[in-house]
């Protein structure tokens, strides 16, 4: 039985697909890579974007006219079983039933959306895509609410896993090769707060830091009112953890924050992003807006592009809002913003990203940085910057291999430039 994946949406999506891939190799089921090779097709949707559900209901139509089998997980499956199965879908689990993959996929599981807390089995974790990279859920859930997004109703509340579990994760990760690992959550920073026991992020951190072999740590992503000093310290005092934080502040306008229920001001998060350069001087802050969400004016929209150009983001994700069915925002909240309002404040804050992007990235021509390499597109080699910046440069080099290279171009993108020199020995 050939199965493939067809993954959307986030990293926490993917880690999910990896998880699955697991439970079907150790079942002895063949996982492959291309979707023509496929008799069992599993599509991991998203809710987020509206674009995913329409995706998956079209591809599914398209798949059983060519009598392959689909599946559906991920959080659309969660919310929208019945109207997957009208439209031929041979089985679908929620984001609480990815344990029951095998089942599903031997035909002996339809649907499974139900409310049970995920249990996956420790020695199920070995269909990672990736050689040198891991990405380690320590958190499923949300508590926010924020009143535009499904991710509460369809992950469910806040599950910290056991501290002791992701430390040997991290270690077993260290003896198979990976040399980076990234921490992932919907809300990485309440990590250990259901716990009760005082366990936090950034206890994770001092516990991880000393397992040999990991290079480099990544967390994301980080709800503004719940990062913590203690983190940003630890951050700050240990030099392999990322100086990037993905710290989402959806509006500057308090007015919509107020009515997207996020739990901090303008000036609060400002004063966060203040601390962390403080303690941190190198730090980059990534984020994510949504534009035109319900009665957002063109003050309030003044004020959003006011923070965007205070804060100086490093990567910028940019959403027009559109309501999502079941959230507190489409039942109770008018999508008065025309589209075309939205579309020009999406392109005014966009250039607007775009020149300070390219200012950052100025600053480091003729610089020297250190890299670990990801991956390869034609003849070059990429990686990232503890920073989090995308540096492209000539030459075929495995990944997790450390490297510094000069910088010789800057776009508003990425960046590119030459080796210097290899640090043999140390990510390896
Ligand atoms: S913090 Fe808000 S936007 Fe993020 S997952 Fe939770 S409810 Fe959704």
């Known amino acids: 039985m050939k199965v493939f994946f067809k993954t959307y949406g986030c990293q926490m999506n993917m880690r999910d697909t990896e998880i699955m891939k697991g439970y079907l190799l150790n079942a002895g089921i063949e996982v492959v890579d291309n979707m023509k090779d496929a008799e069992t ?67 002996e599981k339809d649907v499974d959306v139900s409310d049970h807390i995920l249990e996956i089995d420790q020695s199920m974790l070995n269909g990672r895509d990736r050689a040198r990279h891991a990405w380690v859920n320590i958190i499923s859930g949300c508590d926010k609410f924020c009143t535009y997004c499904i991710v509460p109703y369809t992950r469910g509340r806040e599950i910290s896993r056991p501290i002791d579990e992701i430390v040997e994760e991290v270690r077993a990760l260290a003896k198979t090769g990976h040399n980076q690992i990234t921490f992932l959550g919907q809300n990485v920073d309440s990590y250990g707060k259901d716990l009760k026991d005082g366990t936090s992020l950034a206890e994770l951190f001092r516990r991880v830091y000393k397992i040999e072999g990991i290079e480099r740590f990544w967390f994301l992503t980080s709800y503004p009112s719940d990062l913590t000093d203690e983190l940003i310290e630890v951050v700050a005092s240990h030099e392999r953890i990322s100086r990037n934080f993905h710290l989402p502040p959806q509006s500057g306008s308090d007015r919509i924050l107020k009515l997207m229920n996020r739990r901090y001001t303008r000036q609060e998060y400002l004063d966060l992003v203040a601390r962390i350069r403080k303690a941190i001087p190198q730090a980059t802050i990534g984020g994510d807006i949504i534009v035109g969400f319900p009665g957002e004016t063109d003050e309030d929209f003044e004020q959003t592009l006011s923070l965007v ?120």
């Open 41 to 107: 097709v599993i599509l991991n949707t998203c809710a987020v974007r509206e674009k995913s559900a329409n995706k998956a209901y079209s591809l599914i139509g398209r798949l059983k006219k060519r009598g392959i089998r689909v599946g559906v997980t991920g959080c659309v499956a969660q919310i929208k079983a019945r109207e997957f199965k009208r439209r031929g879908a041979d089985f679908v689990l929620g984001t609480r039933a990815l344990n029951s993959i095998v089942e599903a996929v031997k035909g």
């Open 309 to 428: 150009k205070a804060v100086k983001f490093i990567r910028l994700n940019l959403a027009p809002y559109s309501p999502r069915p079941g959230t507190v925002a489409s039942k109770f909240y008018k999508d008065d913003v025309p589209f075309d309002v939205k579309k020009r404040r999406m392109a005014k804050l966009s250039a607007l990203q775009h020149k300070i992007m390219l200012e950052l990235n100025e600053k480091l021509l003729g610089t020297q940085v250190e890299i670990i390499v990801e991956g390869r597109s034609g003849t070059q080699s990429y990686g990232r910057t503890l920073d989090n910046r995308m540096v492209f440069f000539e030459g075929t080099i495995e990944d997790g291999e450390k490297v510094k290279v000069k910088i010789t171009r800057s776009t508003a993108g990425p960046l590119y430039g030459e080796i210097s020199k290899r640090v043999i020995g140390i990510a390896k």
